[in-house]
């Protein structure tokens, strides 16, 4: 997943995390599909035992028998986005759509890792190192409540480097493996590239969710209770809610800017010398209903989120700073350079076209993030 940090910058969906591309979904009508095949080298052929296959950026997966071969069963028609991993070689990111369910077969071949060049690999007691490793756990894990119960396990696999311009650099050898023990997921992460300049971040690559097993009741509970939260607000949240027709319901106000050609451009005074949103309905924005932005999508299992210009998005249940001096609540822009992108009906973006998002949503980070399997259920 890619993801951009801070009030207005964007976050490149399309080669997500966020948001990643990846998404699955399960039980649903229309069949399943099965999907085997076989791990192999890609230079000797030589089948690579034991290796993690696995839908990016959820806890599906599985790992190659002694002879390379895997198999993953109860995946729905739709479009996934499958990673490989072995120890030592390059990680295997590719997508697959299915159109129907049954037998699928596919064979990954991977390539033995190159060595990072241009990065500078500092000792582990070194005081520099140290601290660009505050900032890159900082960055990794956010600053949630949540981000206190979450540690990295294995910070030596990171390459750290601070280029001539001022970027922070980093880059992993091995999986960075963060336990989030606030809701009760070991994290997988490949980290292709993390790129800090400015308080504004860059990262990306593939990621596998492993559940931990709780130590009683107690916590299986607590960890349950904390993925709501963590839910609550979050774009799938949102996107749910947007298939759902339940925008308002669910706490989210929703606003589309309204195109040139069709604005009244009337005049209007701000209130105190600040910007309003009544000011801005009907003259630059509209308020609009989640089933408005929905369409059908090709298969039973996805939908369409549809819109041309972009949309202006309020957490009405969480207080922080908008452009609005009348709306202080969180805030987010979503914009969708094709018109559109598209999503499960449980809101985790399938294809995303390019999709952008910028504020409140766009700072997801390791210690709230859910998989992409997570399943709402009842509250």
């Excluded at 028609?77 to 159109?99: H, P």
């Excluded at 939260?229 to 309204?258: N, P, R, T």
């Excluded at 929905?294 to 369409?304: D, Y």
Aim: charged share 20%; proline share 4%; hydrophobic share 35%.
């Amino acid at each position: 997943m890619f993801r951009y940090a801070n009030f207005f910058q964007r976050l490149l969906l399309s080669v997500c995390i966020f948001i990643g591309a990846a998404s699955i979904s399960f039980a649903q009508q229309g069949g399943a599909v099965v999907l085997s095949g076989k791990v192999t080298d890609g230079k000797t052929g030589k089948p690579l035992p034991f290796a993690n296959v696995f839908v990016n950026n959820s806890t599906i997966g599985t790992n190659a028998d002694e002879n390379g071969n895997y198999k993953l069963s109860g995946l729905t028609i739709g479009t996934i986005e499958m990673a490989v991993s072995f120890l030592g070689y390059e990680t295997v990111k590719q997508t697959l759509r299915f159109e129907q369910p049954g037998a699928k077969t596919v064979h990954f071949k991977l390539i033995e890792g190159m060595q990072l060049t241009g990065v500078t690999i500092y000792s582990k007691k070194n005081k520099k190192r140290e601290k660009h490793l505050a900032i890159i756990t900082r960055e990794l894990l956010g600053k949630t409540p949540f981000s206190k119960q979450c540690r990295i396990l294995n910070p030596e696999v990171l390459r750290i480097s601070l280029d001539d311009n001022g970027h922070l650099s980093a880059q992993t050898s091995a999986p960075l493996i963060i336990e989030n023990n606030a809701l009760g997921y070991k994290i997988h992460q490949d980290l292709d590239d993390f790129d800090y300049y400015q308080g504004r971040v860059l990262y990306g690559g593939s990621t596998r969710f492993e559940m931990l097993t709780p130590k009683d009741s107690i916590q299986k509970k607590q960890w349950r209770t904390n993925q709501k939260i963590a839910y609550q607000g979050s774009l799938k949240h949102l996107l749910a809610s947007m298939v759902a027709d339940s925008l308002q319901e669910e706490g989210f106000k929703v606003y589309q800017e309204i195109p040139d050609s069709m604005r009244m451009f009337r005049s209007v005074r701000s209130m105190n010398g600040y910007n309003s949103i009544a000011n801005n309905v009907h003259n630059r924005i509209e308020p609009i209903l989640g089933n408005r932005l929905i369409r059908p999508g090709e298969l039973m299992t996805e939908r369409l989120v549809f819109s041309r210009t972009m949309l202006e998005v309020f957490y009405m249940k969480k207080r922080g700073s908008s452009p609005y001096s009348d709306m202080p609540y969180v805030y987010t822009q979503l914009k969708f350079p094709q018109g559109y992108c598209v999503i499960t009906p449980q809101g985790w973006v399938v294809m995303p076209m390019g999709f952008e998002i910028a504020g409140y949503l766009g700072n997801d980070r390791y210690s709230s993030l859910l998989p992409a399997d997570w399943k709402r259920g009842d509250f």
